[in-house]
């Protein structure tokens, strides 16, 4: 009996042995609180890579435009940034924001470039005239991060929610400065963080009510659905101000 009695503990020892480290594995697979994993990555000379499509659905599902770009940091979220659009209706747009100043080539304002420049020189606008159309929600600033996580629902590797105009620009000089005519500051963004087991962010999914920004018939029942992946997270990078004699200053700014 006794002998009995000892090979069964024996046998349980060894289930335990080989249970404990699956979990341990399982526990470690878990992503990482992300503000905490982003404010590890900020650091002055470093970055990330973004591409990003951004579509129009209603009765047709339409692409409107797609960017990519470069995020440098500093110690606290964005410090420059370099983004390309392209889009059907307008020409392609380049936009170097660094701090509160912005150079734009190309897109909207291509017009109104005198001869011998090429590009425009004015404030806010980091995202140019593509904004209107880009990314509202930008996961390298650690308060609207907080923002998302605190509104959200994490659930394994991916973070769902919903967040307003009013308190996306309460956090995010991004978006304020991005879009910063709105027609409802009332409209729901939807949004689907999905992020890597050390918890930064590789892609955002966001959507919301076209007419939020446009308010137009045309836009009546249709939504703006923007789909941003994210790369390359603290690489080096280098975001400069275009040479001063191809600038010219945006008197309409």
């Known amino acids: 009996m006794r002998r009995t009695m000892i090979t069964a503990l024996v046998a349980c020892g060894c289930l335990l042995t080989t249970t404990l480290p699956a979990q341990a594995t399982a526990t470690a697979a878990a992503p990482k609180d992300p503000v905490r994993a982003l404010k590890g990555k900020l650091a002055p000379g470093r970055g990330v890579r973004f591409t990003e499509t951004t579509t129009l659905s209603g009765e047709e599902k339409v692409k409107l435009q797609s960017r990519k770009g470069t995020f440098q940091f500093n110690a606290k979220g964005v ?5 390309t659009a392209i889009a059907k209706s307008r020409p392609k747009e380049r936009t170097i924001s660094i701090g509160n100043v912005s150079y734009i080539s190309g897109g909207m304002r291509e017009e109104r470039l005198p001869a011998g420049k090429s590009w425009l020189k004015g404030k806010g606008l980091p995202g140019g005239g593509s904004g209107f159309y880009g990314q509202v929600i930008n996961p390298v600033e650690p308060k609207t991060l907080a ?3 605190k509104k959200g629902r994490l659930r394994g590797s991916t973070l769902t929610g919903t967040i307003t105009f009013k308190e996306l620009e309460k956090v995010s000089r991004w978006f304020d400065a991005s879009i910063p005519l709105r027609m409802h500051n009332d409209t729901k963004v939807s949004y689907t963080l999905t992020l890597t087991s050390a918890g930064l962010v590789s892609r955002v999914r966001s959507s919301y009510a ?3 920004v446009f308010d137009t018939s045309a836009f009546d029942g249709k939504t703006i659905t923007i789909d941003s992946r994210f790369t390359g997270w603290g690489a080096k990078v280098s ?7 191809s600038v010219t200053v945006d008197t309409e700014d």
């Open 147 to 149: 923002a998302l996580v």
């Open 239 to 245: 975001v400069k101000a275009p040479n001063p004699a």
């Open 210 to 212: 076209a007419t939020g």
């Open 79 to 83: 410090a420059a940034s370099d983004i």
